[in-house]
């Protein structure tokens, strides 16, 4: 079948990108692309993970290849690495139905069998970013490929047409600063900031999961209701009323205590504490790395990636509009750049096949 040009040519593909998070998958075929995310704690519910892939596999419909990326196995619902892996791989080749050909994407640019990957876990744990890095250095050979995205930060530098990242797994990536653990959505506020402007002094900051950067974003308006994918703190809905309520108890308040604009400082304050964050992480690798490029956005925080940009003077531009590639269109784009790397992984192995 990978080597059957006529076979190939209709072939479809659906990439996975199984974290510890949320589910994402994109499915690609001759008629275009579908494209599914799910919010999933592993930690909470894991044994139920076969189950929602199937579901989501149901819904996106056949494909006779799947192309897998893996950060779940980070999770502390698995003891160790090793067990996330094998435990994630087998769980989807449950959910899919007999015989598709599953292909697990590693750190080193390349396809592995299921059973390697479970052999080497370390390969392949946490190799998502390579994915949309490999496939984005086909299309621009100097850029810094930025993915902001629920929990983390991936910043990751592409130079003459390769992947020129430091790291490899999350520790080396974390200490050569290609590796931000702080994203739009989940991160908690008292991990972006110690102290917040309140009533005129500096208030220190609860250390609670009372509200994350998720609420900051909707409360500033730069997040839509329906884009908040994460859970809230308090299990409210994910809008700017109860946003404010959630940000009020970060300085061990509620919105009676506190104004609509106290409560508005708060989060302006903890979103320009976040941005300079993210802009010195960019800077540093962008200037280690000689980056001469473009910045490339992509993720659900790409709004930030572009106000980071602005910030620096940097030219920057979306993931997909580099990619050019005709398969994702319209409103597509905004869903495809917060599963691009998903995405990515399954066209990487469309075009493999063709080969």
């Known amino acids: 079948m990978m080597n059957d040009s006529d076979t190939c040519a209709n072939m479809k593909v659906t990439g996975w990108d199984i974290g510890g998070a949320n589910l994402k998958a994109a499915r690609i075929s001759p008629d275009g692309v579908q494209i599914i995310q799910r919010p999933f704690a592993i930690w909470?519910?894991?044994?139920?993970?076969?189950?929602?892939?199937?579901?989501?596999?149901?819904?996106?419909?056949?494909?006779?290849?799947?192309?897998?990326?893996i950060t779940a196995e980070l999770s502390d619902a698995f003891r160790s690495k090793r067990e996330g892996i094998?435990?994630?791989l087998q769980a989807l080749q449950e959910a899919l139905p007999a015989g598709v050909c599953v292909r697990v994407f590693g750190s080193d640019g390349q396809f592995h069998e299921p059973a390697t990957a479970i052999e080497y876990?370390?390969?392949?744990?946490?190799?998502?970013?390579m994915a949309t890095a490999s496939l984005l250095a086909r299309h621009c050979s100097n850029c810094l490929s930025v993915d902001i995205g629920s929990t983390t930060t991936d910043m990751i530098p592409i130079v003459d047409g390769l992947v020129a990242a430091r790291g490899r797994d999350d520790p080396s990536r974390l200490i050569h600063g290609e590796l931000l653990y702080s994203g739009a959505l989940r991160t908690n506020v008292c991990a972006i900031v110690q102290r917040v402007p309140l009533w005129g002094y500096w208030c220190p900051v609860s250390a609670e999961l009372f509200a994350t950067a998720q609420d900051v974003y909707l409360l500033l308006g730069q997040l839509r209701p329906e884009a908040c994918s994460s859970p809230t703190a308090d299990g409210r809905p994910a809008t700017a009323p109860f946003a404010?309520?959630?940000?009020?108890?970060?300085?061990?308040?509620?919105?009676?205590?506190l104004s609509s604009d106290e409560i508005q400082a708060v989060a302006r304050h903890i979103a320009n504490e976040h941005m300079q964050q993210i802009v010195k992480a960019i800077s540093q690798v962008s200037a280690r790395s000689d980056v001469q490029g473009p910045i490339i956005a992509s993720g659900a925080g790409a709004f930030l990636v572009k106000n980071a940009a602005d910030q620096l003077g940097l030219p920057c531009t979306s993931l997909f509009d580099v990619l050019d590639q005709g398969?994702?269109?319209?409103?597509?784009?905004?869903?495809?750049?917060?599963?691009?790397?998903?995405?990515?992984?399954?066209?990487l192995l469309s075009d493999e096949c063709h080969v």
Do not use: F, H
């Not at 876990?121 to 190799?127: D, G, S």
């Open 327 to 347: 398969i994702v269109v319209g409103n597509d784009r905004e869903d495809a750049a917060v599963t691009a790397p998903a995405l990515a992984a399954a066209i």
């Open 121 to 129: 876990p370390l390969l392949v744990a946490a190799a998502n970013w």
């Open 44 to 69: 909470q519910e894991r044994d139920a993970l076969p189950g929602v892939l199937a579901e989501m596999a149901s819904q996106l419909g056949p494909a006779e290849c799947a192309a897998v990326t």
């Open 244 to 257: 404010a309520e959630r940000l009020a108890r970060v300085v061990c308040a509620d919105a009676e205590m």
């Open 86 to 88: 094998a435990y994630v």
